[in-house]
């Protein structure tokens, strides 16, 4: 089975989807990540896997399920963040995001006979999953992040290195209000719909 690995921070507001606000307060962008990686943890959590690991800036709170390890995050950029995680991996690994609340465990339940790499294009141009058979922390080191290129250069990368690379569908990520109100409708009955719901927009009070 593969490991499954989930990059994060920590939703204290103010850090997390500051991109949100406006039309959100800051408590609310946070409680609307923390609504996002709940939902993505649990669908980890359901999905078959050999290990579980959140690798977290900042500290865990009770939004975590049983069954993670926890990993600090290292310093530097995204791309050096990303590749550390890998190489916390001796066998296949399918490493997520928590911008996505939308996924579930069956487009998490990856099978690598018969391919080397997955790789889950997201609607802004960016990926929301990486999968390798074989960790290389290298394929990640010195991909431009947060750009709308970012995608197209790390599946690039990946099929420079000669992997055969298999596409999960494409999905939106949480960055803008009008994600927030999407993604909630791809998922009503998730905890992120939820949350969203008890938002009230600035103006809306």
């Known amino acids: ?18 991109r949100l606000t406006p039309p959100f307060t800051p408590w609310e962008a946070a409680r609307l990540a ?11 959590a359901a999905t078959p896997a050999t290990r579980r690991i959140l690798v977290l800036d900042g500290t865990p709170g009770d939004w975590l399920p049983s069954g993670f390890e926890v990993l600090p995050q290292c310093a530097g950029g995204l791309d050096e963040r990303l590749a550390d995680a890998f190489a916390h991996c001796a066998g296949p690994a399918l490493l997520i995001g928590m911008d996505t609340p939308q996924v579930t465990p069956e487009l998490l339940t990856v099978d690598f006979a018969g391919c080397d790499a997955w790789f889950g294009p997201a609607q802004d141009g960016g990926f929301w999953a990486l999968g390798l058979a074989a960790p290389d922390p290298a394929l990640l080191r010195g991909v431009p992040m947060s750009t709308p290129q970012t995608g197209a250069v790390q599946r ?16 939106r990520d949480v960055d803008t209000a009008a994600d927030a109100r999407a993604v909630a409708a791809l998922a009503p009955h998730g905890r992120f719909a939820a949350r969203l719901a008890r938002c009230t927009p600035v103006g809306s009070r």
Do not use: C, F, Q, S
């Open 34 to 44: 923390e609504a996002a990686l709940a939902d993505t943890l649990h669908a980890v």
């Open 156 to 171: 690039e990368r990946l099929l420079a290195a000669g992997l055969r690379v298999r596409d999960l569908p494409r999905l």
């Open 1 to 18: 089975m593969t490991t499954l690995l989930v990059i994060a921070k920590e939703p204290l507001p103010g850090r997390v989807k500051t």
